[in-house]
């Protein structure tokens, strides 16, 4: 299993085509999705686009589909939910589709959507999804970090650098290193791994975050390390489901 990490989507080459695509948001998509499955949510269909999302999701009853939608970190005004980990409850999402569009998570997910086997990660989930791909055992792994508007994340670094971790802690005679980028990750993981939170608040995201309102929550539920045990594996293009 080669394991690679491109810091943002624009950095897979063309030409290169995994076996296997981890998308890593951090703060906070991929989190988001996690925690929704986890919660009962049937779907997360992820949209780039806002206008393709609103006339997909007509297709839903009401009463079955809910909406989250963020531009620059903050709600979008006509949507149910903005993108927030802790706003995805079991009374607010069980039973529904959730119709996602965000500033960097769902466009890394739009351009891999094509990998055969596609997966989220966050920390949350770090476990669940390395021991998902230990017995998937695919020749290789594209770590995908979402980044922001295009430019380095720092905590999409950690979480990449955490779940290699793991992966070569669980069979480092099968799991091995196939870049740069991604030695770099696992030296960040190792810098920070006994205190993710102050990580993801030094980043530039976190501290955008902050300027923004109260977060605190979200933090603290994006930083938890391996809480809960939904893998979000795409069943048809663009839709993650639980697995």
């Known amino acids: 299993m ?3 990490y491109f ?14 695509a981890v998308v890593i948001d951090v703060l906070r998509a991929t989190t988001t999705i996690a925690w929704a499955l986890h919660n009962g949510a049937e779907g997360v269909a992820a949209f780039a686009d806002l206008d393709t999302l609103r006339k997909t999701a007509e297709n839903w009853p009401p009463s079955s589909r809910l909406l989250l939608g963020e531009r620059g970190g903050q709600k979008l005004s006509d949507f149910d939910l903005g993108n927030s980990p802790v706003a995805v409850t079991p009374e607010q999402v069980a ?3 959730l119709f996602m569009s965000t500033t960097n998570g769902t466009r890394a ?3 891999v959507r094509e990998v055969p086997l596609l997966i989220t990660a966050a920390l949350p989930n770090r476990e669940a999804v390395a021991q998902r791909l230990q017995r998937e055992a695919p020749a290789s792994v594209a770590i995908v970090g979402s980044g922001w508007e295009g430019s380095y994340s720092l905590e999409d670094s950690l979480a990449a650098g955490a779940l290699a971790a793991r992966l070569l802690e669980l069979d480092s005679d099968v799991a091995a290193v196939a870049n740069d980028e991604m030695t770099a990750a696992l030296a960040l993981w190792e810098q920070w791994k006994h205190d993710p939170e102050a990580c993801l608040r030094t980043a530039s995201h976190g501290r955008r975050l902050i300027n923004l309102g109260d977060h605190d929550a979200d933090f603290r539920c994006c930083a938890g390390l391996d809480q809960i045990a939904v893998v979000p594996i ?3 293009p663009g839709v993650l489901q639980a697995s």
Do not use: F, T, W, Y
């Open 2 to 4: 080669q394991i690679s």
């Open 109 to 111: 997910l739009d351009r």
């Open 234 to 236: 795409q069943k048809e």
């Open 95 to 97: 039973g529904k589709r």
């Open 7 to 20: 810091h943002v989507p624009a950095d897979l080459p063309q030409d290169c085509h995994p076996a296997s």
